[in-house]
């Protein structure tokens, strides 16, 4: 019996049992919603833990500090005295930027530079402000309300203005801002910590404004300057051309390069990195605990709905001896009974998983309402669904009911057809 | 041609056995109506199911077109049937839920005849019965009658050599029987298939050309061969 008229008979015979077929399918659709939403809120979660780790880092820059030789070893405290290394020598200097650059997928080690501005301002005429200057040293993604930056650095003599000054500054909107010019003035500064009447003035042009985003862990309104002018400014406020003792040093990463590698190479070289991918790992990891114990509770559901599927194969072989005996009796073969019972077990199962995936797309509809209530940003969906994923859980779904309906099948395969027939 | 040698069936376990077909032979030419004729219990039924291959005997061969089909895999015995032989039972067993057309399909769906060709058999073999106009009725619409008739034409879809009937007209009345009956002759004479009826009916019997007596297992007598 060719596989297409097992199919079309498998089928008709299910139509003609609607309200068996109906329940039996539900069962597994609850299994199926639940998988569902549960890889679809982990998909949401994931994203968004990408888009958190975008605008609060960056992925491919590591964080270096020397390793504090007060530590010698890890079981205890050191005794003072011992150690005759004071905190200078923990400093980093150029040989240590030279050992980074060393290590593979390093393509530039920055050091980070503060500078003190004492007034900022539009120009003649204009007021003048006070607030701080962020030196940007990474590539740290910056959400943007108008302007452009490449691959999230600023140029040299580029500005980067908080959205909140705008108003302040006497612009209408943030367009307006662009190309318009920034003084900033920064005063020498001497050894005694004091400042000097010398001072100098910088001018910016405005390249970007930016401004705060839910997903943004770290937001602090600033003018942010890029890093070659921040150390030229500090060269100036501090007199120190040569300076070579550094507390941090950031390495730039390629792109591309296997981060934990490359924090292991830097660390084998005795410092102490951090990377972002802690924290990025930390919170996956959360996520994914979560989506799979969801995807475990619809795992229950499933496999309580196999049961169904077992039992009502049996009655429905129960009842159709007489018309197994009848085809046996035609000449089907044994392979083919069994084949019938089993693709009905298979539409059942194409049944509750096409229903329950499809009653999970629905519910994603209710994504703006989720995001409202969780207080994400708009565009933002806690829910992200993926065809391939749905398509391959239909598939599951039907596999499993296949393998639901192997024995019942098996039983009205092994049916006498003399037995089947008879009539008392 | 239908020969049957020395078959034997029993049941039970030792020292409790019993044989339901105590050694029966004989030799049917292709085309001929036989009736099997016995009391419940005469064997008869356990005679037909191993003369189609539905059972095995104990003992002895049955030689269909000098096929034995004691030699023959189950697999082959199912193809066998589904091209050579069908059945008609007292019961009917017509699928109630399923419409006429897909009724009379289900013998050319397990031959695996071609799609294409299905259409025309089963028009024709509706027509043959004079049900063409149910044929998109569900089966369960129909009278006793009616359902038998759709039996037939199950039967004859597939266009057996080899027509089997038990009790054929035993669930219904003899107007509607006598239809049937006449059906089914006609049918077997006009196109040469062999017609096997089991039966307990003297009326239906001596219809047929051939009449087999069983009696415990046993003949009794033939009459009509020669």
Redesign the interface.
């Not at chain 1, 005996?325 to 044994?334: F, Q, T």
């Given at each position: 019996?060719?596989t297409y008229?097992i199919l079309r008979?498998a089928r008709?015979s299910l139509a003609?049992a609607k309200v068996r077929t109906v329940l039996t399918s539900l069962a597994i659709a609850v299994g199926a919603f639940t998988v569902t939403l549960a890889l679809a809120a982990g998909e949401g979660g994931r994203q968004y833990t990408e888009e958190m780790m975008k605008t609060s880092g960056d992925a491919y820059s590591l964080t270096i500090y020397s390793k504090t030789a007060e530590v010698v070893d890890n079981s205890g405290l050191s005794e003072y005295g011992v150690i005759k290394e004071s905190a200078q020598t923990n400093a980093l200097n150029e040989t240590d930027i030279e050992k980074i650059k060393s290590v593979d997928g390093v393509v530039n080690v920055a050091t980070v530079y503060s500078v003190e501005p004492s007034y900022i301002t539009r120009g003649e005429g204009f007021k003048k402000y006070v607030a701080p200057v962020n030196v940007k040293v990474d590539r740290t993604e910056m959400k943007l309300a108008a302007g452009s930056l490449e691959d999230n650095k600023i140029p040299l003599g580029g500005l980067v203005i908080s959205e909140d000054y705008l108003s302040s500054l006497g612009f209408e909107n943030a367009e307006s801002a662009i190309g318009q010019s920034i003084t900033i003035n920064f005063p020498k500064i001497t050894t005694d910590k004091s400042t000097s009447n010398e001072s100098i003035d910088k001018i910016f042009k405005i390249v970007a404004v930016d401004h705060k985003t839910d997903a943004t862990m770290y937001y602090q309104p600033a003018f942010s300057i890029s890093n070659e002018d921040g150390k030229d400014i500090y060269s100036y406020q501090t007199g120190d051309e040569k300076n070579d003792k550094y507390y941090v040093l950031f390495a730039e990463l390629k792109d591309g390069t296997n981060i934990k590698v490359a924090q292991k190479a830097i660390a084998d070289k005795n410092y102490e990195v951090y990377s972002l991918q802690d924290t990025r790992e930390t919170l996956l990891q959360m996520v994914n605990i979560a989506q799979w114990g969801m995807v475990a509770f619809g795992s229950l559901a499933i496999l309580a709905s196999i049961f169904g599927i077992i039992n009502t194969q049996y009655i429905s072989v129960l009842e159709r001896t007489?018309?197994i005996?009848?085809?046996?009796?035609?000449?089907?073969?044994?392979r083919?009974i069994a084949r019938l019972f089993r693709y009905e077990a298979a539409w059942v199962g194409f049944l509750g998983g096409m229903a329950g995936t499809i009653l999970a797309l629905i519910a994603g509809f209710a994504n703006p309402l989720i995001s409202e209530m969780l207080d994400l940003e708009s565009g933002v969906n806690l829910l992200v669904f993926n065809p391939l994923t749905s398509v391959s859980l239909i598939i599951i779904m039907i596999v499993i009911a296949i393998s639901a309906g192997y024995f019942p099948s098996r039983k009205a395969a092994k049916l006498n057809?003399?037995e089947a027939?008879r009539?008392e | 041609m239908i020969e049957v040698k020395n078959l034997v069936k029993t049941y039970g376990t030792k020292g409790n056995l019993f044989n339901a077909v105590d050694g029966v032979s004989f030799v049917i030419p292709s085309g001929t109506s036989v009736a099997i004729l016995g009391k419940s219990g005469s064997g008869k039924s356990t005679l037909m199911h191993i003369m189609s291959g539905l059972d095995k005997p104990t003992s002895g061969e049955v030689l269909i077109d000098g096929k034995n089909l004691m030699l023959l895999k189950q697999k082959d015995i199912d193809i066998f049937r589904s091209n050579k032989m069908s059945f008609i039972f007292q019961s009917f067993f017509v699928q109630a839920k399923e419409s006429c057309y897909d009724n009379v399909s289900l013998p050319l769906e397990i031959a695996n005849v071609a799609m294409s060709r299905r259409r025309a058999k089963i028009e024709s073999a509706l027509a043959a019965v004079d049900l063409s106009d149910k044929i998109k009725a569900r089966a369960k619409e129909l009278s006793g009658g009616q359902k038998q008739r759709l039996a037939v034409a199950r039967a004859i879809v597939n266009s057996p050599q080899i027509l089997f009937a038990d009790e054929p007209t035993g669930n219904l009345d003899s107007v509607t029987g006598g239809m049937v009956e006449d059906l089914l002759f006609g049918y077997s004479k006009k196109n040469k298939v062999t017609l096997i009826i089991v039966t307990h009916d003297f009326d239906l019997a001596t219809r047929c050309e051939v009449q087999i007596h069983l009696k415990d297992g046993k003949i009794d007598s033939i009459n009509g061969l020669k």
């Open positions: 019996m060719k008229d008979r008709r003609q007489q018309q005996g009848l085809m046996k009796a035609l000449g089907s073969r044994k083919y057809p003399i027939l009539t | -």
